[in-house]
């Protein structure tokens, strides 16, 4: 039976996360809320919603709702989601699941507790890179792998003082000095999303930033934060390590490949630029860029992107990479022509949570991947803050059973 869901929050990435599960058979109707009410009437308006709410609280008490997708700023996310559960709500959330340890853990244990559905759209799930990866390990071409590395390489000039303006208001500068390693799931998630392991310790060094514009200033910012680009070097468990970088002040072509992966085994190794991906063994080196590539799904300068800032039009816009073509024939046939995006992932992520809540199993990105995820970066930027030194990463265990498994009876509402 198709159930009832509500979008929190009505900006760029939630249009294209709203007309998904608008169109997927598993969801009835589909209705708005945010702070800025013209904005979830526009929304409505221009994909045919069920209709607005007037506020989130106002989503939780309303029965006929049974669950939120959160597209709100960034470091909101934990205490909405953690509100949601506690209503009785299934969860979609955008990344990043939270920016504090006791958000994390509130979620898992509710997860635990209720045995609602949390899912964090983590979009490297599906990058290319990592379902090309995923599929090396599986086939143990790599061998042992022993270390690895992810960057989410996006230049602040590239799309992000767009997004900020739109998302901050008046103080946006304040926000936009979020610090890099509170949103280090695109990376991170890239690496693990193909590599079963988690991250035990880091050490991180981070770039004090000196433009001079407003933004990473300490004394604007509403984060104490002035790192602009930083570095962390995580030691995961079994041995070997994962470097991450997480760059905001960079010379590169973040439209192109803003995140990009490399992983080093005994018997073979990837690498990716932001144009070229390489497939290494001992006998030589295949270049594989065709098969991660991804196809245009619209023109960028498609009339339906107008409101989106033109550095940013290339993460709506991609569809499907011929790596991902045995994964969308599970896909709903309403989804053909439909919005994708993030290397083709959108359409996948949204079909992992309406299968999920359908069949009461965990999704892929479930709370206790999402944690592993998240948390090492905060701990990360903690290690930034005291000079590099080396501090361990608490970790909240596995999921009780597999992605794809239903959780024990007995947690269910």
């Given at each position: 039976?198709?159930?009832?869901?509500?979008?929190?929050?009505?900006?760029?990435?939630?249009?294209?996360?709203?007309?998904?599960?608008?169109?997927?058979?598993?969801?009835?109707?589909?209705?708005?809320?945010?702070?800025?009410?013209?904005?979830?009437?526009?929304?409505?308006?221009?994909?045919?919603?069920?209709?607005?709410?007037?506020?989130?609280?106002?989503?939780?008490?309303?029965?006929?709702?049974?669950?939120?997708?959160?597209?709100?700023?960034?470091?909101?996310?934990?205490?909405?989601?953690?509100?949601?559960?506690?209503?009785?709500?299934?969860?979609?959330?955008?990344?990043?699941?939270?920016?504090?340890?006791?958000?994390?853990?509130?979620?898992?244990?509710?997860?635990?507790?209720?045995?609602?559905?949390?899912?964090?759209?983590?979009?490297?799930?599906?990058?290319?890179?990592?379902?090309?990866?995923?599929?090396?390990?599986?086939?143990?071409?790599?061998?042992?792998?022993?270390?690895?590395?992810?960057?989410?390489?996006?230049?602040?000039?590239?799309?992000?003082?767009?997004?900020?303006?739109?998302?901050?208001?008046?103080?946006?500068?304040?926000?936009?000095?979020?610090?890099?390693m509170w949103y280090p799931t695109h990376s991170i998630g890239g690496v693990l999303?193909?590599?079963?392991?988690?991250?035990?310790?880091?050490?991180?060094?981070?770039?004090?930033?000196?433009?001079?514009?407003?933004?990473?200033?300490?004394?604007?910012?509403?984060?104490?934060?002035?790192?602009?680009?930083?570095?962390?070097?995580?030691?995961?468990?079994?041995?070997?390590?994962?470097?991450?970088?997480?760059?905001?002040?960079?010379?590169?072509?973040?439209?192109?490949?803003?995140?990009?992966?490399?992983?080093?085994?005994?018997?073979?190794?990837?690498?990716?630029?932001?144009?070229?991906?390489?497939?290494?063994?001992?006998?030589?080196?295949?270049?594989?860029?065709?098969?991660?590539?991804?196809?245009?799904?619209?023109?960028?300068?498609?009339?339906?992107?107008?409101?989106?800032?033109?550095?940013?039009?290339?993460?709506?816009?991609?569809?499907?990479?011929?790596?991902?073509?045995?994964?969308?024939?599970?896909?709903?046939?309403?989804?053909?022509?439909?919005?994708?995006?993030?290397?083709?992932?959108?359409?996948?992520?949204?079909?992992?949570?309406?299968?999920?809540?359908?069949?009461?199993?965990?999704?892929?990105?479930?709370?206790?991947?999402?944690?592993?995820?998240?948390?090492?970066?905060?701990?990360?930027?903690?290690?930034?803050?005291?000079?590099?030194?080396?501090?361990?990463?608490?970790?909240?265990?596995?999921?009780?059973?597999?992605?794809?498994?239903?959780?024990?009876?007995?947690?269910?509402?």
């Open positions: 039976m198709p159930f009832t869901l509500a979008m929190i929050g009505a900006g760029q990435f939630s249009s294209q996360f709203a007309s998904l599960f608008q169109l997927h058979p598993g969801v009835g109707q589909v209705f708005a809320t945010d702070v800025l009410p013209e904005r979830a009437e526009r929304l409505v308006a221009d994909l045919g919603l069920a209709g607005t709410k007037a506020s989130f609280d106002a989503v939780l008490e309303d029965p006929s709702i049974d669950a939120v997708a959160i597209f709100t700023q960034r470091w909101t996310h934990g205490s909405l989601v953690a509100a949601a559960l506690r209503a009785g709500k299934h969860v979609y959330s955008a990344v990043p699941m939270a920016i504090t340890a006791e958000e994390i853990t509130e979620i898992v244990e509710l997860v635990r507790a209720t045995g609602l559905t949390y899912m964090m759209g983590e979009t490297s799930q599906y990058n290319p890179a990592t379902v090309f990866a995923r599929r090396k390990l599986a086939a143990d071409a790599f061998g042992r792998v022993f270390y690895t590395e992810g960057d989410y390489l996006h230049d602040m000039d590239l799309g992000f003082y767009d997004a900020y303006r739109y998302s901050g208001g008046e103080d946006w500068r304040a926000t936009a000095s979020y610090p890099p999303g193909a590599l079963p392991r988690h991250a035990v310790s880091v050490s991180c060094l981070g770039v004090h930033d000196d433009l001079g514009d407003g933004v990473f200033d300490e004394a604007v910012s509403m984060f104490d934060n002035d790192f602009s680009n930083m570095t962390a070097l995580f030691e995961l468990d079994g041995g070997g390590s994962m470097r991450i970088n997480e760059f905001r002040r960079v010379g590169y072509p973040s439209p192109i490949r803003e995140s990009r992966f490399r992983f080093f085994g005994t018997q073979g190794s990837f690498e990716q630029t932001a144009t070229t991906s390489i497939w290494q063994d001992k006998d030589g080196a295949t270049d594989v860029s065709e098969e991660i590539a991804t196809r245009a799904t619209l023109p960028l300068d498609d009339p339906s992107l107008a409101d989106v800032a033109p550095a940013l039009r290339g993460a709506f816009v991609s569809g499907h990479a011929p790596v991902h073509d045995d994964l969308v024939t599970r896909l709903p046939k309403s989804f053909a022509g439909a919005p994708n995006g993030h290397e083709g992932s959108h359409q996948l992520l949204a079909d992992d949570f309406v299968r999920a809540v359908e069949t009461r199993t965990l999704p892929p990105v479930n709370a206790w991947i999402a944690a592993r995820y998240t948390l090492p970066g905060l701990v990360a930027y903690e290690s930034a803050k005291q000079g590099g030194a080396r501090l361990p990463i608490p970790d909240l265990g596995d999921a009780p059973v597999p992605a794809g498994e239903a959780l024990p009876a007995a947690t269910h509402r």
